[in-house]
Nanobody, 124 residues
Framework: QVQMVESGGGLVQAGGSLRLSCAAS????????MGWFRQAPGEERDFVAS????????YYADSVKGRFTISRDNAKNTVYLQMNSPKPEDTAVYYC?????????????????WGQGTQVTVSS
């Protein structure tokens, strides 16, 4: 069983920056594909970014490409989401997730483990 705890959320001005972290328990973290998803009020949970176990491969939603960067530090069992130039429409609860397969994917139903989420609010 893998447990994940997100941190780093808060209020940020549009055009600023924010870094989210997700600390995971378990010795098998380095073998998991990790992802970030987000859910705005009244909306479905959507894919944001994902990263392979080694960090060599990443995948982004079009809406965040060029602004957000996903990375990981397997020695610290942590995955990050660097949010640059956020927009008010990026306001949501952000969740990290992990899957035991090798494929880097944005399909929500392929992720096995989820954190509790952290709120990000972008003011205009």
């Amino acid at each position: 069983q893998v447990q994940m705890v997100e941190s780093g959320g808060g209020l940020v001005q549009a055009g600023g920056s924010l870094r989210l972290s997700c600390a995971a328990s378990g010795r098998t973290f380095s073998s998991y594909v990790m992802g970030w998803f987000r859910q705005a009020p009244g909306e479905e949970r959507d894919f944001v970014a994902s990263i392979s176990w080694s960090g060599a491969s990443t995948y982004y939603a079009d809406s965040v490409k060029g602004r957000f960067t996903i990375s990981r530090d397997n020695a610290k069992n942590t995955v990050y989401l660097q949010m640059n130039s956020p927009k008010p429409e990026d306001t949501a609860v952000y969740y990290c997730a992990g899957r035991s397969g090798r494929r880097v994917t944005g399909r929500i139903n392929e992720y096995d483990y989820w954190g509790q989420g952290t709120q990000v609010t972008v003011s205009s």
